[in-house]
DNA sequence: CACAATTCAGTTGTGCACAATTGAATGGTG
DNA sequence: CACCATTCAATTGTGCACAACTGAATTGTG
């Protein structure tokens, strides 16, 4: 009566597949309605950071996002390329770097206030949906943050290690 | 008493943020368990489908896989070089490349069956939950391929654009 | 049969994710 | 003050995703 490995197998398969389709399809979806921005994926999530604090050093990006600089430094470097950021050594602290929105990159916010309804026209989802669904995604990240986090040895509780 | 454009962007942070990271935080806790066995999740992805095949060519992979020949050509050189898969010209479709499993291959799948479990016990959720987000996260992604189609103009069908 | 359209794998180029390392700046301790 | 550990951004290297293109093989049509 046990589920047997055989079958823990497919229906492993068949999550592994669920999640990684559905993450491809999102990312597909945002980036057709993102191309009239000229913005990729990822730097849209920048770009909703920015827009909510306007100004603050890759640190801080880095733990809204939960990227560290080998991902952020280029990515910033190109929005600053695309003139929507500047990025300036700051003066108090000479190893951080502030990161804040140019005109360019503030005014593209009224450009992008249009992108969500897109998205939600394009799921058919409605605010409460995806409420729950944000909910219910946000749930297994949680427990797999913390599984990977007892994975890892450095700063995993003591005592709680397996006999 | 309609939702402001200005909360639709914060919802849209909010859910893009979540899909995001679970894409992220499955993909670690992958990573953590399939190093055993020298993999990567998208190689995973790809022996899973050739356990249960045992030999098809690249192009039914990538349609079980939704990734074409630019992502899997690579990957599937990878995967030859580890010597879990041999890559041969199809004598009946020179097209065609069979990729087939080596025995080594094949001997794999034994030390994968106890992934799942793993990555089950990490989660913390049974085969009921995961079934059930499965079933949820495929409707999501249904509404999305469903929209990005439309947005994308060939093959289309036709007489349904907007007027 | 000849020729155009299609199919298929592979390559190239761009961008993201992440591990590991580097190097400068900072902070704490004796 | 001198020394060591930590913090921070940047760089390097590997691998995946995807668009665009290439080139060979095949199929459809006249």
Redesign the pocket.
């Known amino acids: 009566m046990n589920t047997p490995d055989d079958d823990w197998l497919r229906l492993d398969q068949q999550i592994c597949f669920s999640l990684?389709a559905a993450s491809?399809?999102f990312?597909?979806v945002y980036?057709q309605i993102l191309k009239d921005l000229g913005l990729?994926?990822?730097?849209y999530?920048v770009m909703l950071v920015l827009w909510e604090h306007d100004e603050l050093?890759?640190?801080?990006?880095?733990e809204h996002?939960?990227?560290?600089?080998?991902?952020?430094?280029?990515?910033?470097?190109?929005l600053e390329a695309a003139g929507l950021v500047r990025?300036e050594r700051s003066a108090?602290?000479?190893?951080?770097?502030e990161v804040r929105l140019t005109e360019e990159g503030v005014a593209l916010r009224a450009r992008a206030l249009q992108v969500p309804r897109r998205i939600a026209s394009s799921t058919g989802f409605g605010p409460e949906e995806v409420r729950a669904l944000r909910a219910r995604i946000d749930e297994l990240t949680t427990a797999l943050d913390a599984a990977a986090a007892l994975a890892e040895p450095q700063g995993g509780s003591p005592g709680t290690g397996p006999s």
Chains 1, 2 share one sequence.
Do not use: F, I
Not at 40 to 43: A, D, E, L, R, S
Not at 92 to 97: K, L, W
């Open positions: 990684h491809r399809a990312n597909g980036r990729t994926y990822p730097q999530l050093p890759v640190k801080k990006l880095g996002l939960r990227l560290d600089s080998g991902t952020l430094s280029p990515l910033l470097k190109r990025r108090r602290d000479e190893r951080s770097v």
